[in-house]
């Protein structure tokens, strides 16, 4: 059965940093790109950040850059999203979730972990 | 990034047909296949029901289709049944393989 679990989230002030996890079972990590994908309460989803099969090439959204990097451990079947300078606005339930891509496709994000929420208040 | 537009919301009576856009520009719903829609009841993760435009996982129900017709792509959900009601997402990736979200669509079924 394929699993993913989010771990990591909770308070923390402005301007902290938190490292959220997410591992992963049942089915082969590293053929998979990894996304985060953050939702704010009541709000729609946003995409945060990827990475591809072997960790190089991280992308992030303009929100994000700078402050938060991806990284994956294959060993682990883990990825991680360490988050630096955290804003009010940074405020949301974070999902992992993975994605097939061949060099000419991506098949979607199939399944997605139950999320994790992190909440940056004083 | 840009944005892509979806209608905030959607109904339909039981056994009808509705069908939700995303409208984005020539640069990226004009130029690129790689939409995706997902399906979120409340509460819940979202689910993928569309990739590359038009292609179903398995284990999606037939009912559901993507399109897409210049820089709109569309999520038609035929035969509306109470358990279709949630919100609806689509997504792409852009020319800098950034991936996108539209804004959500909630569906309602009257």
């Known amino acids: 059965e394929v699993q993913l679990v989010e771990s990591g989230g909770g308070l923390v002030q402005p301007g902290g940093s938190l490292r959220l996890s997410c591992a992963v079972s049942g089915f082969s990590f590293s053929g998979y790109w990894m996304h985060w994908i953050r939702q704010a309460p009541g709000k729609g989803l946003v995409w945060v950040s990827r990475?591809?099969?072997?960790?190089?090439?991280?992308i992030y959204a303009d929100s994000v850059k700078g402050r938060f990097t991806i990284s994956r451990d294959n060993a682990k079947n883990t990825v991680y999203l360490q988050m630096n300078s955290l804003r009010a606005e940074d405020t949301a339930v974070y999902y992992c979730a993975r994605e097939y891509c061949s060099p000419t496709s991506c098949k979607g994000a199939d399944y997605w972990g139950q999320g994790t929420l992190v909440t940056v208040s004083s | 990034q840009s944005a892509l537009t979806q209608p905030p919301s959607v109904s339909g009576s039981p056994g009808q047909s509705v069908t939700i856009s995303c409208t984005g520009t020539?640069?990226?719903?004009?130029?690129?296949?790689?939409v995706s829609w997902y399906q979120q009841p409340p509460g819940t993760a979202p689910k993928l029901i569309i990739f590359?435009?038009?292609d179903r996982p398995s284990g999606v129900p037939d009912r559901f289709s993507g399109s897409k017709s210049g820089n709109t792509a569309s999520l038609t959900i035929s035969g509306l049944q109470a358990e279709d009601e949630a919100d609806y997402y689509c997504s792409l990736y852009t020319s800098s393989t950034a991936l996108l979200f539209g804004g959500g669509t909630k569906l309602t079924v009257l």
């Open positions: 020539s640069t990226d719903v004009g130029s690129y296949n790689r």
């Open positions: 590359e435009v038009s």
């Open positions: 990475v591809n099969v072997d960790g190089s090439n991280p």
